[in-house]
């Protein structure tokens, strides 16, 4: 990945997490709001996510004003029988892998996020 399109990934994050905690009346700021969503889930899959993606999807339910933390690729909601209804916006995911370099340059996964 480009040095580039990481940083501008980082920027996007840092921003949602900023406006997220903006967005909190300043009477509100140490009750946690994100806690009653529990952890995002891809509700396709069942499986929690984790890392940077709780961040997002948590920050992104509170601004659409979401009860439940529940993703679908848009894949996965027609595969569902489901339409995404026109005009609505995407939120971020980040895939990220960890890597192992080995000898003569050749580079295996050592961990892989779903």
């Known amino acids: 990945m480009a ?3 990481r940083q501008k990934i980082q920027n996007a994050v840092r921003d949602q997490i900023v406006d997220a905690l903006r967005s909190i009346p300043t009477d509100q700021v140490w009750k ?8 995002p889930m891809n509700a396709s899959t069942g499986k929690s996510y984790s890392g940077m993606n709780i ?10 004003g979401v009860e439940r933390g529940g993703w679908l690729t848009y894949k996965q909601a027609r595969a569902c ?3 995404v209804r026109k005009g609505e916006k ?3 995911g980040i895939f990220y892998r960890s890597w192992t370099r080995n000898r003569g340059n050749v580079v295996t996964p050592r ?3 779903t």
Request: glycine share 10%; hydrophobic share 35%.
């Open 3 to 5: 040095k580039d399109t």
């Open 32 to 39: 946690l709001p994100w806690r009653k969503l529990g952890r």
């Open 55 to 64: 961040l997002t999807l948590s920050a992104r339910s509170l601004e659409l």
């Open 81 to 83: 029988g489901g339409q």
């Open 90 to 92: 995407s939120a971020r």
């Open 111 to 113: 961990y892989q996020a």
